[in-house]
């Protein structure tokens, strides 16, 4: 199990104490207004927040958004105003991060109370990625530090990153999981460790080529049994069989398709016979939905949904299923027409009792928008730690809170 080894909130003696928090708070930001346009992830991480305060621990918040120099990069005052909402609780921004400002905001804290610390990544260290031990020597870590007496890792969607305020803080203080992060690693851990079978996954939306090391893993996976390619991935691989195209469509596969990746992509599909392609797509011809065997691409047309043979064929495989894991649209769901695809593999894959998980932030919006979300076991929040995972790697996050879990074995309960 993923949380082997790892503290969760149940350890803290949470009444009266002095707790720094780290939450994901990252949200997709309207490029024009520079306004936060969808709170889902934000509302998310309240939930361990507001434990945290109800049963009197004073809070301080580090949580980050954008990339310094892009468009989202901006400050979490509007963040902090929506987890003052979902919370119904005394939070208060603060335009500082561990400067004389946020010290003295943290020196008044009271139980019950919680401030929300400037965007993280205004630290020219913050992202870099280090041990531990390493990051604990940095600014943030040496000043904060001292004025708490446990640290609360909650941003699961940031596991696979070992930045300075996700990993330093484990080095010196009693570290624990949020209820957010136990959440998701143990509803991964029933995907991972032991599923019901048929166990199927199937993989779409816009993103392909970072996804061959998850293919691989999954692919491997003596517990898996079948693997069903929608969404751009898809194509990419249909692409890789010699499947032709229209020019402007190939062109836009290579530059993420290269050498490298239609090669693996070859490899996969020889040695599992788990993986399946679609046989059929749907064309966005003239704004129309026209439906065409893979083998006949209509000319100066792109692929903008699975078509009603492959619907049939992949719905049925999970109709079948006990265990079903989604990630990504299997087309452009947002355009009347083209949501065809995306609504049938929702609706084969969840419910019946089945266990089933939707993973990524664009497929739970999808499944949102679509009024799917309900009849799934778990929405997880994780994009890239979710990848993370599915492709077993060893993730320093995760094992630098067991480190702390016996490093301060005497200051749990």
Not at 233 to 241: D, G, K, R, V
Request: proline letters at 3%.
């Amino acid at each position: 199990m993923l949380l082997d080894g790892i503290r969760t909130i149940d350890s803290l003696e949470l009444k009266n104490s002095r707790l720094l928090l780290r939450l994901d708070l990252n949200s997709p930001v309207d490029r024009k207004t520079g306004k936060i346009e969808s709170t889902g992830k934000i509302v998310a991480a309240a939930r361990t927040l507001d434990e945290l305060l109800s049963r009197g621990a004073a809070v301080a918040i580090l949580a980050h958004q954008g990339r310094p120099g892009d468009y989202d990069f901006i400050s979490l005052k509007e963040h902090c105003d929506i987890l003052r909402e979902a919370t119904r609780k005394n939070i208060s921004f603060v335009e500082d991060i561990c400067g004389e400002t946020a010290l003295r905001f943290i020196s008044e804290l009271r139980s019950g109370e919680a401030i929300l610390l400037d965007n993280v990544r205004r630290l020219d260290y913050e992202q870099k990625s280090l041990s531990a031990e390493e990051h604990a020597g940095r600014e943030l870590v040496v000043k904060l530090s001292p004025h708490f007496d446990y640290f609360v890792n909650d941003a699961f969607a940031a596991i696979h990153r070992p930045h300075c305020s996700v990993t330093g803080f484990t080095f010196t203080l009693p570290s624990a999981a949020g209820r957010l992060m136990e959440d998701e690693l143990s509803h991964i851990s029933i995907l991972l460790d032991n599923p019901s079978r048929p166990s199927v996954y199937v993989f779409g939306g816009k993103k392909f080529s970072d996804f061959l090391p998850v293919l691989r893993s999954v692919a491997s996976d003596r517990n898996v049994d079948a693997i069903l390619l929608t969404g751009m991935l898809s194509i990419a691989f249909l692409f890789s069989t010699g499947v032709k195209m229209d020019e402007r469509v190939s062109a836009e596969l290579l530059k993420e398709a290269d050498e490298h990746f239609i090669g693996e992509a070859r490899h996969l599909l020889s040695s599992s016979e788990k993986i399946r392609l679609p046989s059929d797509l749907a064309f966005n011809v003239g704004g129309q939905r026209v439906e065409a065997d893979t083998s006949r691409w209509p000319a100066g047309c792109e692929a903008w949904d699975i078509g009603a043979e492959t619907i049939s064929a992949y719905t049925g495989i999970l109709k079948q299923a006990r265990t079903v894991f989604i990630s990504g649209p299997a087309g452009v769901y947002e355009h009347e027409g083209f949501d065809t695809g995306t609504r049938a593999i929702f609706e084969a894959g969840g419910g019946n009792g089945k266990y089933s998980v939707i993973g990524g932030g664009h497929t739970a919006a999808a499944a949102s928008q679509l009024g799917y979300s309900g009849t799934f076991s778990y929405v997880s929040t994780g994009g890239g730690a979710l990848e993370a995972l599915l492709s077993r790697q060893p993730l320093t996050v995760l094992e630098d809170l067991r480190k702390s879990a016996l490093k301060f074995k005497d200051r749990f309960k």
